[in-house]
């Protein structure tokens, strides 16, 4: 079945910074969702970008499908958004979505 | 806005009893899913549905059960609850019925549960 990695896995940083996480997945796929969890334990949608560029405030996503990688963008860091970023795929004959391990980002003010 | 609502929060219980963990969505969406989540094992899907009263295993369905008798109702239920399913269990619903039409999934706030 589809692999998919993260990048890094651990993220430390200064308010103010700007960031980039990666997502590497090993086969196509039909749907690509970057989600938040935030320290409460609450996951929350991101993006759905199973290819192309989006953009939402301060964070994007891109997905080149052809290359099998998603980047999700977050500039101008804040505290708020420390948490695990995780990336899910799901490929073309299955329901599930197949999980990456996550990136464990902490904003330092 | 899609909404699913699970319904504790926080949840303890004593082992050997009978666990039931409710979760309901209000945007009349196909499939259904329980995850559990454990510090180092990411998300493990348990179980999942696409249709009232059809369930299909996932990758930890042991000592699980679920069951799907309305379309916006997916209840997950631990038979004789154990300390090892002590957890976040976190459900979702998604709205595509043939799985290639693909689209996103939308998460409940979670369960965590503690067996004691």
């Known amino acids: 079945g589809i692999q998919v990695e993260q990048s890094p896995p651990d993220l430390i940083l200064q308010e103010g910074a700007n960031s980039t996480l990666r997502c590497n997945f090993s086969?196509?796929?039909?749907?690509l969702q970057w989600f938040h969890q935030n320290p409460w334990g609450q996951l929350i949608n991101l993006f759905y970008i199973p290819s192309g560029t989006k953009q939402n405030g301060r964070l994007s996503a891109t997905t080149v499908a052809t290359e099998r990688y998603s980047l999700l963008y977050i500039s101008s860091s804040q505290t708020t958004d420390s948490g695990v970023y995780f990336c899910a795929c799901r490929e073309d004959s299955n329901y599930q979505l197949i999980w990456g391990a996550g990136t464990k980002l902490i904003i330092k003010p | 806005d899609v909404k699913v609502t699970q319904s504790s929060r926080y949840l303890v219980k004593r082992t050997g009893e009978k666990v039931f963990l409710e979760c309901v969505q209000d945007?009349?969406?196909?499939?259904m899913f329980w995850y559990r989540q454990d510090p180092g094992l990411g998300l493990r899907l348990i179980y999942f549905?696409?249709?009232?009263?059809?369930?299909e295993k996932g990758d930890i369905p042991e000592g699980y059960s679920v069951s799907r008798e309305k379309k916006e109702r997916f209840s997950l239920i631990l038979e004789s609850a154990s300390t090892n399913q002590t957890s976040m269990y976190l459900c979702?619903?998604?709205?595509?019925?043939?799985?290639?039409?693909?689209?996103?999934?939308?998460f409940g706030d979670g369960t965590r549960l503690s067996i004691l």
């Open positions: 549905s696409y249709d009232v009263k059809m369930k």
């Open positions: 086969d196509s796929v039909n749907n």
């Open positions: 979702a619903s998604s709205p595509d019925r043939e799985w290639h039409s693909n689209q996103p999934q939308h």
């Open positions: 945007m009349d969406h196909e499939n």
